[in-house]
């Protein structure tokens, strides 16, 4: 009998235990990358949904920070956000003085976000890209791997420009900067810290 009751109560935690608050991977809507721009005068932050679709699904969210679009898209517009796949963070070039710092910190202090993502600068013709082409992300990904094999000083994740803008010995330090005319090419853009 004392057997029986002691293994009742081992087993009665794990019961009850659950994981209530849980989101199975069916219902996460896991978001691919992430672009910001400038629309009418307002940023507006672009989450691109994971999908086997060749049109992109996204959603853009009019906030002054990825914090701020993040907690709006994960309450309004995308139900069971989740960021843990984020491979992309894309900024143009026009509004990186005022959010790359300030979003590039918050992203690299979130358990949340995956380490290996990337961030680059961008003008307008390769923000259209990415919003028409599936593929685009693809070609950009290469396109910034190449960039680092053949520039070793390039920062191409988001905690090597978080370092960057952290070390106090350092002036400036390059990332990559896509462009589209006719097609998506990635060159080196110098950041002089303030």
């Known amino acids: 009998m004392p057997k029986k009751v002691l ?3 081992c087993v009665l935690p794990l019961l009850l235990s659950g994981c209530g608050n849980s989101h199975q ?9 992430v672009s910001v721009e400038e629309k009418d005068g307002q940023l507006l932050y672009t989450f691109y949904l994971l999908s086997d679709s060749e ?6 969210v009019p906030a002054d920070s990825f914090e701020e ?9 995308i139900p069971h956000l989740s960021l ?4 992309l963070f894309l900024i143009q070039k026009e509004v990186m003085h005022e959010i790359m710092q300030r979003d590039i910190e918050y992203i690299s202090t ?9 961030v680059t ?3 307008s013709a390769a923000l259209e890209k990415v919003k028409k082409s599936a593929h685009a992300q693809e070609t950009i990904e290469k396109q910034l791997l190449l960039c680092k094999s053949n520039h070793p000083e390039v920062n191409i994740h988001y905690l090597s420009v978080f370092n960057s803008y952290a070390d106090s010995r350092r002036d400036c330090f390059c990332v990559p900067y896509i462009t589209a005319e006719e097609e ?6 110098m950041i002089h810290k303030d």
């Open 184 to 189: 998506l090419k990635v060159s080196k853009l």
């Open 69 to 77: 679009a993040q907690g709006l898209a994960a309450r309004q517009y």
């Open 84 to 87: 843990a796949k984020l491979e």
């Open 121 to 123: 600068l961008c003008d």
């Open 55 to 60: 049109t992109p699904e996204a959603v853009g």
């Open 110 to 118: 979130q358990a949340s976000f995956s380490p290996v993502a990337y």
């Open 25 to 33: 991977i069916e219902s996460a809507a896991i978001i691919e990358n």
């Open 7 to 9: 293994s009742l109560l």
